[in-house]
């Protein structure tokens, strides 16, 4: 990774982000050998990424022809506006945010138990709770779908928290954020590491 400051090193984070979104992006390869991207509903489960499509389709074609994919997931924070810095200079607007990156290989689930227990972890996740008449093989969709399985063989993170900037900067523009309040902000400022008065880092042990 080039900027190396930004790489997230902790499998518990990475695992956190993808637990959390709501899209995956998934990368297949097409018979003429361009990238094909879909966003998907997946559901990290037993380490391993799955998603649910119907029974044809480019993405099963493409998986079929070659399994290697990427999967990539992001959760955008706060953006930093060009009013944040003194100048108005449009050049400093910024992005704060998390992404995960896998690569790996997927084939289609044949396992009735697994893809059964895929199918409720799904709905799970989405409705965000487990109190919810549980997928059977007897359910009108059941055989109308394929559970697909992505196999990691590799995981990477990324973040952009403002690392190597001036800490004075980091606070300031922290402070601005709390004060701003939009979706992300509050999440930035706590990846940040700082409180929720900006007056100094929370300590960390």
């Known amino acids: 990774m080039r900027r190396s400051q ?15 979104a709501r899209v995956g992006r998934l990368a297949t390869i097409d018979g003429a050998g361009y990238p094909y991207i879909v966003p998907v509903n997946f559901v990290l489960y037993e380490n391993c990424i799955y998603f649910h499509c119907a029974l044809e389709g ?19 924070l706060a953006y930093i506006e060009v009013s944040f810095n ?7 607007a910024h992005q704060l945010y998390r992404s995960v990156v896998v690569r790996g290989k997927a084939r289609v689930v044949n396992s009735d ?17 487990e109190d919810f008449s549980p997928v059977v093989e007897g359910s009108s969709h059941y055989k109308a779908c394929h559970v ?8 990477t993170g990324k973040e952009d928290l403002l690392q190597g900037r001036p800490e004075e900067l980091k606070r300031a523009i ?7 309040g939009y979706p992300g902000d509050l999440e930035a400022v706590r990846a940040m ?13």
């Open 174 to 180: 922290a402070q601005k954020l709390l004060e701003r």
């Open 148 to 155: 697909v399985e992505i196999v990691p063989e590799s995981i």
């Open 193 to 205: 590491g700082f409180p929720m008065d900006c007056s100094r880092p929370e300590e960390t042990h």
């Open 58 to 76: 480019e993405k099963l074609e493409n998986i079929g022809r070659d399994p290697k994919v990427c999967f990539e997931v992001d959760e955008p």
């Open 6 to 20: 930004c790489q997230i090193k902790d499998l518990d984070t990475i695992f956190g982000i993808l637990s959390r």
């Open 86 to 92: 003194e100048d108005k200079n449009p050049c400093k």
């Open 113 to 129: 138990s697994l893809k059964l227990r895929v199918l409720n972890a799904l709905v799970a996740k989405y409705e965000g709770t």
